[in-house]
């Protein structure tokens, strides 16, 4: 009988990890994957991380799904960011999906074409969780070694050779580090992200809308 009772544990065990799972958490295992943001200006192409699998795998959710189809790039700042993936139609005020707890990787930065996720602000999100849909992409602009020592001073965090190469090269988002989660990169469209910064904006709202369309690349 316990032998018995030993293989029907096993077999439930057995069971429950072969379970079917989404096509997005079976696309994701053990690898960076590709994504495409389709816009009126062109194609941006993204690297989700593999090491963020709570924000890959929501990524790639809304991706397969088609519900940010139709969303647009809400909020534009030139040197600072493009954000989109409000829930279509909401002009950026609704997000699609429950937070994400945070995953802060020292080793992903706010470089520029860093792909980041939005949340609300700290009071009332203290666990600086993630929107369900709401990402951003850094544009921002390059600082120098001293602007990197005082912001090291405020925020007590020490940017790395590494960094501060980014940083004093391409560009990026520097306060942002340990605040927002980073998932991704873009890998291929830089120069989309810099069309998109540069439009006629009403506040930071594009003049003419910016319609996002996302696609794995498989």
């Known amino acids: 009988m316990r032998n018995y009772i030993s293989i029907c544990l096993c077999l439930i065990l057995a ?20 994504v495409t ?7 941006i192409t993204v690297r989700l991380y593999d090491k963020t699998p ?12 088609g519900d940010l189809n139709g ?10 960011m493009i954000q989109g993936g409000g829930k279509p139609g909401s ?9 994400i707890p945070a995953e802060f990787i020292p080793e992903y930065f706010h470089k520029k074409g860093a ?19 709401q990402f951003y992409i850094v544009h921002g602009r390059v600082s120098s070694n001293a602007d990197l020592d005082l912001m090291q001073k405020r925020s007590r965090t020490k940017y790395t050779e590494a960094k501060r190469k980014a ?22 469209g830089i120069d989309i992200v810099d069309k998109i910064a ?17 696609m794995v690349v498989k």
């Open 37 to 43: 943001i389709t816009t009126e200006l062109g194609i």
């Open 115 to 133: 792909l980041c996720a939005a949340r609300m602000g700290d009071q009332m999100n203290p666990k600086k969780e993630s929107s369900g849909s």
């Open 198 to 214: 540069s439009v006629a904006v009403n506040g930071s709202n594009p003049v003419t809308p910016i319609t996002i369309k996302l």
């Open 54 to 65: 709570l924000h890959k795998a929501n990524f790639l959710k809304h991706a397969e799904s």
């Open 167 to 188: 940083y004093t090269t391409i560009g990026g988002t520097p306060h942002l580090d340990g605040a927002y989660t980073v998932f991704g990169e873009v890998v291929d």
């Open 91 to 99: 002009n950026g005020s609704e997000s699609i999906g429950s937070t």
């Open 71 to 80: 969303s647009i790039f809400h909020r534009v700042i030139n040197q600072f």
């Open 15 to 34: 069971l429950t990890v072969f379970l079917p799972t989404s096509q997005a958490q079976k696309s994701i295992a053990g690898k960076d994957v590709l």
